[in-house]
């Protein structure tokens, strides 16, 4: 015999229903301003002037908000890494604060400091260490967002009348919500990286590829970088050559050869004029200097190497270099700058974050047989690293979020493995 409660000691269904309602709606508002925080953060045009502040930040702000109302800030958001990483940071942080003890301005030392500890420990604590699907759907943001950005620029370039110079230089070069020339390129190299690999795993459908590569390469040529074409030619070809079908390797070869018939026939009546007075000259007459500014970047690195044997020990400071400098600028190589200002324990600080990239995309291929994560992590610290030689200080967000990305689709790749031992 079955004794039933009374009506009015049952529970009411849509009280229960209501006090279930906020965990779903938080979780779920946690997630959509992660995505916005991605989507927002190529688009550097977007910020305050009087503070480097850009609405990225905002949103990440926003987001590490809500983690802490649910109490789910990972503890260690780039797995096995994140040790390493942390102690990269701090090390990077350390030199430049005895620097500037010694011999710097203390207030050029904290906002520096916050920056990157804002860019390399609260970005990574609010992008990394989520699951496996929702880290790809934030390299999906990722991809579309930078598409977007793209696009915009080549509007601007081709269809707006003397045009901002922050969306595009006095020679015509594409900066687009970036920024910045070289920046920008290697943006679109990252994301025709993730696209590719994306879409080889069936992550993304090849019609939405199709669609997106051709906004993204354009854009690369309309920036006229010679280092983002090589690092578009160099990514897509490792990510061709490590995709184990011999179908998609024939098909870059000849999407390759194909590329340099068109620009040595009719490179001049189907490519931007940019790209043909920046790449396509230095190219075809194997001339460095039609190619930008060289010359003046390396003047700025003899003098750096110059200044760095007395800067082993204890640095200038941060932000120091220009006050010494003939030329009245930083040197454009972060690993130089880093050790002016900051000596060898702050460039020891940065070779430990690379390092920590590699390490994590290395487990992610042996360890947990995710060849096509570690490979987009290893791709994209290899870009970080070239790149990091023509960048001053790199705490800008448009630069950091798509290798924290890259590096927490191998950690998240990582952790699923693990757990399913």
Known sequence: MTIQSP???????????????PAPVLSKLDSKLAALTVFLSPMNFFRLDVVYLTLADAAACATLLVMLLKGNVPRAPLGMVTPIWLTGVLLLAAGLTIGSVVNGNLLS??????????????LVYVLAGREYRETVALLKVLVFSIAVVMAFGAYVVHYVPDPDLRLVSASGRLRSLVERENATAALGSIAIVLLLNLTLDGKFRRITAALIIPVLLYGVILTGSNTGLILTVFGATVTALFSNSARVTIGFILAGVTAVIV?????????????????????????????????????LILEALEIARDTLGVGLGADQYRTISAYGAPVHNSYLL?????????????????????????AAIVEADARTEGLIALIVCLIYAVMLSSFTHFYARFWNVPLVLALALAAASHKTKSRNR
Do not use: C, H, N
């Not at 189907?270 to 390396?298: C, H, K, M, N, W």
């Open 7 to 21: 009506p009015f000691l049952s529970p009411a269904p849509r009280a229960v229903r209501f006090r279930q309602r």
């Open 338 to 362: 880093l050790l002016t200002e900051g000596s060898l324990i702050s460039l020891l600080g940065l070779v430990l974050l690379l390092l920590s990239g590699v390490t994590l995309a290395w």
């Open 263 to 299: 620009a040595k026939f009719a490179g001049d009546i189907i490519l931007p004029e940019i790209f043909q007075e920046r790449v396509l000259t230095a190219l075809t007459t194997r001339d460095l200097s039609q190619a930008g500014t060289f010359e003046d970047r390396y003047l």
């Open 109 to 122: 030392l904290v906002v520096i400091l916050l920056q990157y500890f804002f860019s390399l420990i609260a």
